[in-house]
């Protein structure tokens, strides 16, 4: 029998230039008095952490502030931060001040200072054990200070478990933050290459989406069944093809000039559009392909990130997109071509239309031009299939569910674009 | 200095043929053990509640149902409601199943159990003492049995008080659905009637959530100043757009065929979209003039509709729309005559436009021809206007403030519509 049901699930959003001065009524109203404030160095040197910290405490509520969230978490990272809250609380509220990183260092924090256990207990399967909490979480507030992950609507937590060499992921309703707070004027400070990273995330989000597997081509589910993602439905297509749209007018202008205060707008209310988007119906195999060409980075170091090697999420989930998209064409034709027309109205037609308007725009934007250039090659084939394969739960989202061989094939076609 | 912030909630969402059978389970999740449920008589005789309190006891839930909702709910219907749950309780959360009346009875309720008082210090000024909740509200799960008020997502309970015949409204974000389950088979049952005024319910949440003043060209608010309703934003736009063009597709086939399933769903989508869209933005003038067109009803009887004088609302507020449209017009010509080319691709140019689609369609669909069917004439008009002004709260989201005299002009030209 197939499925008939669809869910929708999404944060408080409070949006605009000054939303984040306001914060301290919200938290105040939620009913808290001490809040553990989670970012990173980078974004601490800002300053629009301590500002916000200053201006909750104003409020009468006290804040606590963990500025070593580790930018891509990792199982060491999230450990620490929870040590921290375990030792500075208890708190009755989380605020989360950055990007993706911050956010989902936030909710793990969130997990593990309200649940037993630690965090392999928690873990997607087959990594961990993939426990449901089973007490309630603290309100958790989130911030975001890039534009791209969408964390601040999403159920999800990934991290890199080091001894595994693997990113996986905590995903469950409750690690959901209550309220978003969007204040573009926070996100000017984002290096240009941060930008047109986690530009493509959005992007990729809204695409991957999209095209999901339609919610009601999955067989149907029992209500104890249900997950957040659950595939392309009505509402999730409405909040992709906007962003799509507001990509359109914003992203090159974005990254060319980070100081036009318009575009940073348009690309916060595309980042949050797309966020609601996938947190309900999910990605696929971009974004599962994504988990290997971060985690077995070698000596690739971008601009504008911590100086140690590493793939930012976005460009990583972005090397092989267009590829992906290509494979994934026939399994819904009209919805590839009406995103690329969505993103460029004079694309052209059938399978190379998507990709070749991707291409564009990542080279215009200054991603690399594909996987070689971050240090993988032919050599490096096999274990990267074998690391997206272990994302299971994303390739079952995809509208069409790739094989070894095809997922070999679309890491090989994205060694070099251009 | 203008406004630069908007802020946007909803209900967790469950859509879809088969939604209300699993409703058990979400109240388990959310720690439910005694659940209220509400309703009104002519629901109960569908079967739909009895059958969803077998399906939640099921799992394990005691459920005590209240079957006495009256139909445009009254301040003596809610205390009696209220009386009834303060007797039978305590609950751990409420679930209401009908139409409007039934989710706002379960508002009232889930308030003036879990809160001191009465009515009277909640109901918005300047006839009640508007007073926040003090105490945190019980978990509400609202499932619409018709397809229109999209009070399943909105924060605010509207009333008649009898003894100074006036319609009103308890509003806060704490009385906001935690969850809307939207089962479409729920609605099948609908007479017709019920489906072309509570279409058009759905209709004017979404026009005039579009047309409604755009939130930055409010005055800033402080953080304790913020409503739930901030005029048109990007999000409100988006859910009001889709409601249209979904409306464009089904209205006419779902009131010529209450059978036509899939017409059905496209219109339990509209209303759902309609909902969190207006529930956001908020409505205004065709609403204001809802209070008092329902308000002081003489002998209006309708079909399908207990046996009783009363003005449905949808059909209310619809009886002055085309006029309201004509009126705003000048405001924003492009969104009024983006929306009529959304319902009627072949709309003409000008003020007209709006108007004539909307007559066209009401006329269709069985809707009185205007203020004159319903047994009101010239010397009514003073009164109207008056009540109508005490809807100062929406009368300030209309993108151009009427005065009485505008308003005057709208009731008359209202009489007859063809």
Same sequence: chains 1, 2.
Avoid at 253 to 268: K, L, P, S
Avoid at 313 to 331: I, K, N, Q, Y
Avoid at 332 to 357: I, K, M, N, Q, W
Wanted: aromatic letters at 6%; one cysteine or more.
């Amino acid at each position: 029998m197939s499925e008939t049901v669809f869910t929708y699930a999404s944060p408080a959003l409070k949006f605009g230039a000054g939303a984040a001065a306001e914060i301290g009524h919200d938290l105040v109203r939620m009913g808290a008095r001490r809040v553990l404030l989670v970012t990173d160095r980078g974004v601490a040197a800002t300053g629009h952490p301590a500002r916000i910290a200053e201006q909750v405490a104003a409020y009468g509520v006290s804040v606590t502030t963990y500025d070593g969230t580790h930018v891509e978490p990792t199982d060491a990272s999230l450990d620490e931060a929870i040590a921290f809250a375990r030792d500075a609380g208890p708190f009755d509220a989380i605020l989360a001040v950055g990007g993706g990183s911050s956010i989902d260092t936030a909710k793990a924090v969130n997990l593990l200072t309200t649940n037993p256990g630690e965090l392999m207990d928690y873990i997607n399967a087959p990594v961990g054990r993939a426990q449901p909490p089973s007490q309630p979480l603290l309100p958790l507030v989130a911030v975001p200070t890039t534009t791209g992950t969408g964390a601040e609507s999403t159920t999800i937590c990934v991290l890199d478990v080091l001894s595994l060499h693997v990113k996986t992921g905590i995903s469950h309703p409750a690690l959901r933050p209550v309220m978003a707070v969007v204040d573009p004027t926070l996100t000017m400070t984002q290096p240009t290459l941060v930008t047109a990273a986690a530009g493509m995330d959005i992007l990729c989000h809204a695409l991957e989406s999209y095209t999901a597997r339609w919610y009601a081509d999955f067989a149907a589910k029992t209500p104890e069944q249900r997950v957040p993602y659950c595939g392309a439905n009505p509402i999730a297509d409405l909040w992709s093809e906007k962003a799509l749209g507001l990509l359109a007018g914003a992203f090159r202008e974005a990254v060319r000039d980070g100081g036009d205060a318009g575009a940073r707008e348009q690309m916060a209310l595309a980042a949050t559009f797309a966020g609601l988007g996938f947190g309900n119906a999910g990605v696929h195999i971009p974004h599962a392909n994504a988990y290997p060409i971060a985690g077995r980075v070698r000596d690739y170091r971008p601009e504008g990130y911590p100086d140690e090697p590493m793939v930012p999420h976005g460009m990583a989930v972005s090397l092989t997109a267009p590829e992906a998209f290509r494979f994934t064409f026939d399994a819904a034709p009209e919805r590839h071509l009406h995103a690329a027309r969505l993103l460029d109205p004079s694309a052209g037609d059938g399978p190379d239309a998507l990709p070749t308007v991707l291409t564009t725009l990542m080279r215009d934007i200054g991603i690399p031009s594909g996987l070689a250039e971050i240090g993988y090659g032919e050599a490096d084939v096999p274990d990267l299939v074998a690391g997206a394969l272990q994302q299971q739960r994303l390739l079952a989202t995809a509208p069409r569910s790739p094989t070894e061989e095809d997922l070999a094939a679309v890491f090989r076609r994205s060694m070099e674009h251009w």
